[in-house]
């Protein structure tokens, strides 16, 4: 684990360099904590309007591959807080961060960017690594980010029937009770499993964002926050988010860096 004492000083550095980078790595270890209970459900839903103090007034967009891309500010703050995070009146995550080891950073020469390596420990005892670009405003907020996962598919995959027909029967659960009416997916809690089971493939946490039975389990966690939204997603026809993708599709993507301040 890196630690202050360790990345503060840049003895070869000009001052005025010194001083943002001390300034980035404030700003990504203090991002990095937003992540954890009880701050990242205050951050979601925004208590006492805590987003501006680690959000960019320019608004957030990102992705994390392989779980998603995300082009607008609520969507950026859904994923990057709902699916690790503990969300207050809602089931407990299987995978809630627990802590976090900052492994590695590394700083752009030319805009409040830092390149980082962290370590998210999970209520599982299961430990998950990020490679993440984050982009900071003028005044160190956060206003994009890109990052992957290592290995998602070897530390999250189910590796029993019981545990992937579990998974099955939280997406079915789920999209009965809340999406209903117009948002309406499937017609009983049979025909979703029977989709489920028939229809698509399992997949893995490689392909999350993929036309599978994953992608819509990771999907679940989203839908009684927003179901407009994310009812689709569940539904047979993936809504766009859970819809197979070429490799083309990842390359053909904004820069989600180029809100990052010049220094």
């Not at 925004?46 to 967009?61: E, H, R, T, V």
């Not at 407990?92 to 080891?101: C, G, K, V, Y």
């Amino acid at each position: 684990m890196m630690n202050f004492c360790q990345c503060r000083k840049w003895p070869n550095l000009p001052q005025n360099k010194n001083k943002i980078y001390q300034r980035l790595y404030h700003a990504t270890y203090r991002s990095l904590s937003t992540l954890l209970s009880p701050l990242c459900s205050q951050v979601l839903f925004n208590d006492n309007n805590i987003q501006s103090q680690y959000i960019s007034p320019k608004g957030l967009s990102g992705r994390v591959i392989p779980i998603g891309t995300f082009p607008s500010t609520i969507l950026a703050l859904e994923y990057l807080y709902g699916i690790l995070c503990p969300i207050r009146n809602l089931p407990p995550r299987e995978n809630a961060i627990q802590s976090f080891d900052l492994a590695r950073i590394a700083y752009d020469e030319k805009y409040l960017i830092t390149h980082i390596e962290f370590i998210a420990h999970l209520g599982t005892n299961t430990r998950m690594t990020f490679f993440t670009s984050i982009a900071f405003d003028k005044n160190y907020k956060v206003c994009g980010y890109d990052g992957q996962i290592r290995n998602p598919g070897l530390t999250l995959d189910p590796r029993t029937n019981e545990q992937r027909e579990a998974k099955i029967n939280t997406i079915c659960n789920v999209t009965q009770r809340f999406c209903t009416g117009t948002l309406q997916q499937y017609l009983t809690f049979n025909d979703c499993q029977q989709f489920l089971r028939t229809q698509i493939p399992y997949g893995s946490y490689d392909r999350a964002d993929q036309g599978n039975v994953i992608c819509r389990f990771v999907h679940t966690y989203f839908v009684p926050l927003l179901p407009t939204i994310h009812c689709p997603h569940v539904g047979p026809t993936g809504g766009g988010a859970c819809t197979d993708k070429t490799i083309d599709f990842y390359y053909n993507q904004p820069n989600f860096l180029a809100c990052a301040h010049k220094q």
